[in-house]
């Protein structure tokens, strides 16, 4: 009997309408046997113990297959599916290969699924594992093309349409992330849906709340927001950030209540209080402010976000005792990578109201000089810069943050295009503008700087 022939009898064998997987094994087995060098006997066999739970020999089979023919993408999809079972640190690398080696559903789709799970853990971005496998390698954008062909071919899978949402949220295209976020709904909003899909519903209103909150399209936000069945603190503070940009002052002080009763750690509610400062700043002014950011201090650790606000409001009002005491508190993390920009920004403007332009200037070349690889950094000393006037010094910070980012940030391209503007270079500002608006086209003020250059070259 011919080796297609065994591998056929264990396929129908594994059916789960028999389910006879000791009779199947037996076939695979005797299919591998007749034909040693066949790729395909192999990764039957290997899925098999994969199914089995039998990931050793699983893996076995499948480097077999690999060796024999490694172009087949199947064996290496399925030493992939063994590698995510153990939560091996080679998987997400295994299945961006399956992708280099041509389209298949599940390779496409596991690629774009590990790049998001790879994003959400911030304990591993300052890896160089992650930055290789994220940053050198363009990852967001190549999930992005792996889950559109999943969606061309597959059109009925929710979970897809929510990857390839936050991958487009991610790179700021936020009119195809509501897209993809409406057509996962969409799958999502049959009266035969099962309850283990009720959450990710929920999710995915939150998710698309959210994009329509950075479109501007706030009352869409605040209904999508207010629809989402199972209530969190997320879902809740999505709706309050859209309630007080639209102006409804009250009731986004309202939803942020509700949502600090939900709050189960002291993180959580930290965190909430900063975003609710800020709306109390607004509306009651800096005493009120003060005492909802004091009270973050008191969690353990205190609230970095907390303190960077009580020094912004200290240099707002000029109160120096505020702005110094926070200050030399922030001091205390100075060196992690999440706040120096920011602690860094605020020593700056403080040395430079005591008219100390030097000493801030020199401040931030301290911290290029320990961080050169790193983008905000870059950005920062180009922002002090223009506002000091040296507008050719600053244009070529911008260049050295575009260069050492592993995507073109939006602040900074915007920035690029201010600079070129003022020191007359009218035809650069132009072609600045027009990649602004093509990596960015959904940020309504990025056309108003390609109109407004294309006025001023006029």
């Not at 559903?105 to 890896?127: F, R």
Request: aromatic residues 8%; charged residues 20%.
């Amino acid at each position: 009997m011919e080796c297609s022939h065994w591998y056929a009898l264990g396929i129908i064998a594994s059916v789960p309408e028999l389910k006879n997987y000791a009779l199947a094994q037996h076939y695979f087995i005797r299919a591998v046997k007749c034909e040693p060098n066949n790729a395909l006997a192999w990764t039957n066999l290997g899925t098999l113990y994969l199914l089995l739970g039998n990931i050793e020999l699983a893996n076995k089979a499948f480097v077999i297959a690999q060796s024999i023919d490694p172009s087949y993408v199947n064996c290496w999809i399925g030493q992939a599916l063994c590698a995510e079972s153990i939560g091996h640190h080679d998987t997400l690398d295994l299945f961006r290969h399956c992708t280099n080696l041509g389209y298949h559903p599940e390779g496409s789709i596991g690629y774009a699924s590990w790049v998001c799970n790879t994003l959400l853990d911030t304990k591993v971005h300052d890896s160089e594992l992650y930055k290789y496998n994220i940053e050198e390698l363009a990852a967001v954008e190549a999930a992005t093309d792996s889950a559109y062909h999943y969606t061309d071919s597959i059109h009925d899978d929710p979970c897809a349409y929510n990857i390839l949402g936050l991958l487009l949220e991610r790179q700021s295209l936020f009119g195809e992330s509501e897209q993809a976020f409406q057509n996962a709904l969409q799958l999502l909003c049959g009266e035969s849906v099962p309850n283990s899909f009720k959450l990710l519903c929920s999710f995915i209103q939150c998710n698309l709340a959210r994009v329509l909150r950075r479109l501007g399209r706030l009352k869409e936000a605040c209904v999508q927001a207010s629809s989402v069945e199972k209530l969190d603190i997320y879902n809740i503070h999505c709706k309050a950030s859209a309630l007080y940009q639209e102006e409804m002052i009250d009731e986004s002080a309202k939803a942020f209540d509700i949502a600090l009763r939900l709050a189960n750690t002291d993180e959580e509610k930290s965190h909430l209080r900063v975003s609710m400062a800020s709306i109390v700043y607004g509306l009651q002014g800096q005493f009120e402010a003060k005492t909802l950011l004091f009270e973050c201090l008191k969690s353990k650790p205190p609230c970095v976000q907390a303190m960077l606000a009580l020094a912004a409001i200290g240099l707002l009002h000029s109160d120096s005792a505020l702005t110094g005491a926070t200050l030399q508190e922030l001091n205390l993390w100075v060196s992690d990578p999440r706040f120096v920009a920011q602690i860094h920004y605020l020593q700056s403007i403080t040395l430079g109201l005591l008219d100390c332009d030097l000493a801030a200037r020199n401040l931030f070349c301290k911290v290029i000089h320990q961080w050169p690889g790193d983008w905000v950094h870059w950005k920062s000393v180009s922002v002090l810069l223009m506002k000091y006037g040296n507008l050719p010094l600053a244009f070529r910070c911008l260049v050295s943050s575009l260069k050492t980012s592993s995507a073109p940030s939006m602040e900074v391209l915007q920035l690029v295009c201010i600079c070129l503007i003022l020191t007359g270079r009218n035809s650069e500002g132009i072609s600045a503008a027009k990649k602004l608006v093509h990596h960015y086209p959904d940020e309504k003020r990025n056309w108003k700087i390609l109109n407004f250059v294309r006025i001023d070259l006029k």
